[in-house]
């Protein structure tokens, strides 16, 4: 009886409760999404306020770097204004000194040769030494207006054809007497056939003159050897050619070897004002040879002397070098 009732009992509640729980479970359900989507907003939200924040932090990175760069440009542009003033005011002084220079050699020359009367051998000494001590003076005036021309961009290059040897030893040989006055011995290594190129026979001539004269003046005894050979074949199948200057002098520290080629640099200035010199040759010849599509290099080690090396391209290609020649 008991079990009848109730059974009458459910069946007749169940109708009733079914639409109820099937609204809680929904109630429910909804209630947790809304809770899921307020915190994915709040997620959101905080996510983009981190990326407002960076975005900010971006925006003034590159502010300052944009500020910085035109600083930079603006410092670039007035170290440049201030290169060319320098320059060009070394190459001005340097012509105004040379035109009298000139006329003090000269003049120096034709009171030796007794134009205007005779002269005693003791006054053809001092004229001697007039005569030395100007053109002395001229090759630190031309050195520096080469520095000048170069450092302004204005050094013409006119290539053509040559024996490199040939030129190599022309210009070594003018420093003989200066070799042969400190007992040093000068010696030409060249091979018996011709190095032909085609390059700035000029610019070639004043790159062994400074390199050979800079290795006779740090030689106190021994010898300065010049050696021209053909370079490698490169990538044209085409030679150039290898110019070394070798002495037996003091050699160079390796913390000044990348030094020496600053201009005005000077590794020992008691040694350099025993043996003159303004610091420029060597720095002036790297630029020569990076003008003529080369290089020049050093080996040394103090005691041992040291090897300068000119590695100079076949043929002289317009705009391997940095200043190219006038059209005037």
Same mark, same amino acid.
């Given at each position: 009886?008991?079990? %009848?009732?109730?059974?009458?009992? =459910?069946?007749?509640?169940?109708?009733?409760?079914?639409?109820?729980?099937?609204?809680?479970?929904?109630?429910?359900?909804?209630?947790?999404?809304?809770?899921?989507?307020?915190?994915?907003?709040?997620?959101?939200?905080?996510?983009?306020?981190?990326? #407002?924040?960076?975005?900010?932090? @971006?925006?003034?990175?590159?502010?300052?770097?944009?500020?910085?760069?035109?600083?930079?440009?603006?410092?670039?542009?007035?170290?440049?204004?201030?290169?060319?003033?320098?320059?060009?005011?070394?190459?001005?002084?340097?012509?105004? @000194?040379?035109?009298?220079?000139?006329?003090?050699?000269? !003049?120096?020359?034709?009171?030796?040769?007794?134009? *205007?009367?005779? /002269? *005693?051998?003791?006054?053809?000494?001092?004229?001697?030494?007039?005569?030395?001590?100007?053109?002395?003076?001229?090759?630190?005036?031309?050195?520096? &207006?080469?520095?000048?021309?170069?450092?302004?961009?204005?050094?013409?290059?006119?290539?053509?054809?040559?024996?490199?040897?040939?030129?190599?030893?022309?210009? %070594?040989?003018?420093?003989?007497?200066?070799?042969?006055?400190?007992?040093?011995?000068?010696? &030409?290594?060249?091979?018996?056939?011709?190095?032909? /190129?085609? =390059?700035?026979?000029? &610019?070639?001539?004043?790159?062994?003159?400074?390199?050979?004269?800079?290795?006779?003046? !740090?030689?106190?005894? $021994?010898?300065?050897?010049?050696?021209?050979?053909?370079?490698? #074949?490169?990538?044209?199948?085409?030679?150039?050619?290898?110019?070394?200057?070798?002495?037996? $002098?003091?050699?160079?520290?390796?913390?000044?070897? %990348?030094?020496?080629?600053?201009?005005?640099?000077?590794?020992?200035?008691?040694?350099?004002?025993?043996?003159? $010199? =303004?610091?420029?040759?060597?720095?002036? *010849?790297?630029? /020569?040879?990076?003008?003529?599509?080369?290089?020049?290099?050093?080996?040394?080690?103090?005691?041992?002397?040291?090897?300068? =090396?000119?590695? @100079?391209?076949?043929?002289?290609?317009?705009?391997?070098?940095?200043?190219?020649?006038?059209?005037?």
């Amino acid at each position: 009886m008991l079990t %009848a009732i109730a059974s009458v009992s =459910t069946a007749a509640v169940m109708p009733t409760l079914a639409p109820r729980v099937r609204a809680t479970v929904r109630d429910a359900r909804l209630a947790r999404e809304r809770e899921i989507a307020a915190a994915r907003g709040d997620a959101l939200e905080e996510a983009n306020d981190e990326l #407002s924040r960076l975005n900010a932090s @971006l925006q003034e990175a590159l502010a300052a770097a944009e500020a910085a760069r035109h600083a930079a440009e603006v410092e670039r542009a007035r170290a440049e204004a201030a290169n060319r003033a320098k320059s060009d005011f070394l190459a001005v002084m340097s012509h105004e @000194l040379r035109t009298p220079l000139n006329a003090v050699v000269g !003049y120096a020359e034709l009171l030796a040769l007794g134009v *205007t009367g005779p /002269i *005693t051998p003791a006054q053809v000494a001092q004229l001697e030494r007039i005569r030395g001590s100007a053109q002395h003076l001229r090759g630190v005036i031309d050195q520096i &207006l080469h520095f000048a021309r170069i450092e302004a961009g204005r050094e013409p290059l006119h290539p053509e054809p040559l024996d490199a040897a040939a030129e190599v030893r022309d210009a %070594a040989e003018l420093l003989r007497p200066l070799a042969e006055r400190k007992g040093l011995a000068l010696v &030409l290594d060249l091979p018996p056939a011709a190095v032909p /190129i085609a =390059t700035d026979a000029r &610019l070639l001539r004043q790159a062994v003159l400074n390199l050979v004269s800079n290795a006779v003046k !740090y030689t106190a005894a $021994g010898s300065v050897t010049v050696r021209v050979r053909a370079a490698a #074949s490169d990538a044209s199948g085409t030679a150039g050619a290898r110019l070394d200057v070798e002495d037996t $002098g003091v050699g160079i520290a390796p913390e000044d070897q %990348a030094r020496v080629f600053d201009p005005f640099w000077q590794a020992a200035p008691a040694l350099t004002r025993e043996a003159g $010199g =303004t610091g420029l040759g060597l720095s002036v *010849t790297r630029q /020569i040879a990076a003008l003529l599509g080369g290089t020049l290099t050093l080996e040394s080690a103090p005691g041992r002397g040291s090897r300068f =090396t000119v590695h @100079l391209p076949a043929v002289l290609a317009p705009g391997d070098g940095a200043a190219e020649t006038p059209t005037a």
